[in-house]
């Protein structure tokens, strides 16, 4: 069984980030969703910090390659259970954390965010079937926000 020790992340990088100014119900949401097939041993996560208040606030999405040993072959609910718990999701907070309150500082909006990562809501990244389902569903995630 995959433990959460055992998984790393690796490759991150910022997929995405906006800020504003203005009046917003406070509010902080984190979601982490991971591919649902493995690929030599490692599942791409894609994690999407939401942070607003009075000030004003943004969002960021994130992604890293998170990896575990070859003699692991985790289900997605297995591996899904590892994650909850894992350095790698931290660490995909901490980038989140940092750059989000980065691009908010240029709007003047600083709005608070905890050093710990919030309670995350989990979901399997689903696939596209062709390049005009992939363009929509671009377009879907940037309407919602997420």
Not at 86 to 112: F, G, H, K, M, W
């Amino acid at each position: 069984m995959l433990q959460s020790k055992e998984l790393r992340a690796s490759s991150l990088a910022v997929i995405s980030l906006q800020a504003r100014r203005g009046f917003s119900e406070p509010n902080v949401l984190w979601s982490v969703d991971y591919a649902p097939e493995p690929e030599d041993h490692r599942r791409v996560v894609f994690a999407t910090l939401h942070a607003f208040d009075e000030s004003g606030g943004g969002y960021t999405t994130v992604a890293a390659m998170v990896e575990y040993p070859e003699d692991c072959d985790p289900s997605s609910e297995e591996f899904e259970n590892a994650l909850r718990d894992s350095e790698a999701v931290e660490s995909l907070y901490d980038l989140a954390r940092t750059v989000l309150r980065t691009v908010c500082a240029t709007v003047d909006s600083i709005p608070q965010i905890e050093t710990e990562a919030p309670r995350a809501e989990y979901g399997q990244l689903q696939k596209a079937n062709n390049a005009d389902e992939a363009d929509s569903g671009a377009a879907q995630i940037e309407e919602s926000g997420k």
